[in-house]
């Protein structure tokens, strides 16, 4: 099965590292990696087998047509973006389950996600001082209630789906029986909007995925903040579906541009080369286990 990566020439020392502890924390995947660049030699950044790089224009539409280009629209693939990169695999057994209905799957599911949609991310610094243990996290919805204000350059349109948390809030509030199981894992199928989880991995379809980078109404070369005001207001019907408990747990590699320092200690910790971009304290990490299996900072 193809992984598809969604990165970029100054990423890919985080692209690497998306592929590294997929194949050590889930070593039996079995997935191709697709790793797109334009001008910098991927050769010398990745030493996994697994990968096959993919020659692009470096803007988002012509980087997603040039990923699938070849790739058979109703056949899943493995989705993951180099900013979700896997911190700990927490039930091995059900991805395999997953996977393995994934190679199989018929084309009325499009995508099949591995965290659960209801629990948001939790944010925070790192304190050399204090080290991981004595973090003290700040959530997601204190966090957009504080800083929603400053969101002052947002198009009204873009700035009332921001505002919007009703498609969060319907997976939340709406009782149901679970669509199916797998390995005893139930699966529920996604009420809300489709921007909800689309960023974390999963399962999906070429299909699925041109139905968003290569949508019409984008402008012909996007931005990356464009393209998420246009999740935020895309309004179709989908079948995806997605678990009630996290699979494994993800983290966020950058902060505006920035490296964090957590993905920075992992790429360390994995010996990958890091980026030569600016590092900050800040995480965000998407659990719902707490922060095993983060690298904590040296005091």
């Not at 947002?154 to 669509?179: C, I, Y």
Request: net charge positive.
């Amino acid at each position: 099965m193809k992984g598809v990566v969604l990165s970029f020439d100054p990423h890919l020392e985080i692209a690497n590292l998306l592929v590294e502890t997929y194949n050590r924390l889930w070593p039996d995947c079995r997935f191709q990696f697709r790793i797109p660049f334009t001008d910098r030699d991927p050769r010398s950044i990745f030493r996994a087998q697994n990968v096959e790089f993919i020659s692009t224009s470096p803007d988002i539409r012509s980087t997603v047509e040039s990923l699938l280009c070849d790739l058979p629209e109703h056949e899943f693939v493995f989705w993951c973006i180099d900013d979700r990169y896997p911190i700990e695999i927490f039930e091995p057994t059900v991805l395999r389950a997953v996977r393995d209905f994934a190679s199989h799957a018929g084309s009325d599911i499009d995508s099949i996600k591995l965290t659960d949609l209801t629990v948001e991310g939790i944010m925070g610094k790192l304190d050399r001082r204090q080290g991981m243990a004595n973090r003290r996290p700040i959530s997601l919805p204190r966090w957009l209630t504080r800083n929603w204000r400053r969101q002052l350059s947002l198009r009204p349109d873009a700035q009332r789906a921001e505002n919007d948390k009703t498609w969060r809030q319907r997976e939340e509030g709406v009782a149901r029986e679970p669509a199916f199981r797998l390995a005893d894992q139930p699966f529920f199928r996604q009420l809300g909007n489709p921007k909800n989880g689309f960023y974390m991995p999963q399962f999906t379809t070429p299909a699925f995925l041109k139905r968003f980078f290569l949508a019409p109404a984008l402008p012909l070369k996007y931005d990356i903040r464009e393209f998420h005001h246009f999740l935020l207001m895309a309004n179709f019907e989908h079948k995806s579906y997605f678990p009630n408990r996290f699979l494994l747990s993800v983290g966020e590699s950058t902060f505006r541009g920035r490296l964090s320092m957590v993905c920075y200690e992992q790429m360390l910790k994995f010996g990958v080369v890091p980026p030569k971009i600016k590092i900050v304290r800040d995480y965000k990490i998407y659990s719902d286990r707490g922060l095993a299996g983060i690298v904590e900072l040296n005091s």
